[in-house]
């Protein structure tokens, strides 16, 4: 095992909120610079004491400690220039309530979570929207492996403070410093939806089939896919979103690149963890309603998976009020 280090010098206090493998995954690679503070904040006391200020990384078949200050106190980090939030979407609204001590005037906030739902409850003011394709699997807690160095975009979804995009240009620097290839968008809502279709398209059927990414590439899972984000793809031109990309190829790219993934939803499930269905299939169907779209195939999935988490016996939210999974 070697330690996480590096030359870089940048000054910020840098807060991750949320343990999961996207956090961790940030984490880690954030406690590579030199001159930030950095820390991740668990809501789970006796979680946050176990991991003992350290991720572990597993990245190329080598792993590495990367050390850092891991709490469930947001008093102890207090106020944050820059705070990622990494928590599932429906568990944002609860987790920036833990996280009050964390914010300030100047403190920047950047959500990753997947999905749409959780957009309605974000202020937008000094907040830039990330969407990453980063692949992390979370092996045990504290513990990460990352599956692929994926481009990560972050942008303003409203006309920032020239403070909030200075620091923006610091946050895209500091990731880039660390190698998360990261850029800025003006578009970041095309890319939210860009996002959306890929995780409409992968993320339940790979829960209900059991497989990883790359199985849904074969029938009958193939079509089944495409149709459901071509669904999308219907709510997202009825809603005036323009996509950077054509939807379905980009799904199908992923499942290529992402082939020996176990997508989000299919770890949540193997863990009995409650899933973002809810924040992404069925955040679909409550925007095609708006439009009068019909939606069977999504429909069908939300249905589907259900069914198998009733199977598995995972409760479809284990708790409406937990912080994090
Ligand atoms: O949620 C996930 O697992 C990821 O967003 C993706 C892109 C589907 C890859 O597994």
């Not at 309530?97 to 300030?104: E, K, N």
């Not at 394709?133 to 979370?138: F, I, K, P, S």
């Not at 973002?276 to 999935?301: C, K, S, W, Y």
Request: charged share 20%; net charge neutral.
């Amino acid at each position: 095992m070697v330690n996480c280090s590096s030359d870089l010098i940048v000054t910020m206090k840098i807060a991750v909120i949320g343990p999961g493998a996207l956090g961790a995954l940030f984490a880690a690679y954030l406690s590579r610079t030199v001159g930030n503070e950095i820390f991740l904040l668990d809501h789970y006391r006796q979680r946050a004491a176990e991991m003992n200020n350290r991720i572990l990384l597993v990245d190329d078949g080598r792993e590495f400690s990367c050390p850092l200050t891991i709490t469930a106190d947001a008093e102890v980090i207090g106020p944050a220039d820059l705070i990622f939030l990494c928590v599932k979407s429906a568990d944002v609204a609860g987790a920036l309530s833990g996280a009050r001590p964390l914010f300030f005037s100047e403190s920047l906030l950047v959500p990753l979570e997947n999905g749409i739902s959780h957009l309605d409850i974000l202020s937008p003011c000094d907040m830039a929207i990330g969407v990453t394709a980063q692949g992390a699997t979370l092996l045990e807690p504290g513990r990460v492996r990352h599956g692929g160095n994926g481009l990560t975009r972050i942008g303003f979804r409203q006309t920032p403070s020239p403070k909030a995009e200075k620091k923006l240009n610091k946050v895209v620097n500091v990731l880039n410093s660390v190698g998360f290839i990261t850029e800025i968008t003006t578009e970041i809502d095309s890319y939210i939806w860009n996002k959306l279709l890929v995780n409409v398209g992968i993320n339940a059927l790979t829960a209900i089939y059991d497989c990883p990414n790359g199985k849904l590439l074969e029938e009958p899972a193939r079509s089944r896919m495409l149709a459901a984000v071509r669904e999308g793809e219907l709510v997202a031109e009825a809603r005036g979103i323009r996509l950077p990309h054509d939807p379905q190829e980009t799904t199908l790219q992923v499942c290529r690149d992402t082939a020996d993934n176990i997508s989000s939803m299919l770890q949540d499930v193997r863990r009995s963890r409650s899933t973002e269905i809810n924040a992404i299939n069925g955040a679909l169907l409550v925007e095609a309603d708006r439009f009068n779209i019909p939606m069977p195939v999504n429909r069908q999935l939300v249905r589907e998976l259900e069914h198998t988490l009733k199977l598995r016996s995972v409760p479809e939210r284990l708790s409406k009020n937990a912080l994090f999974p």
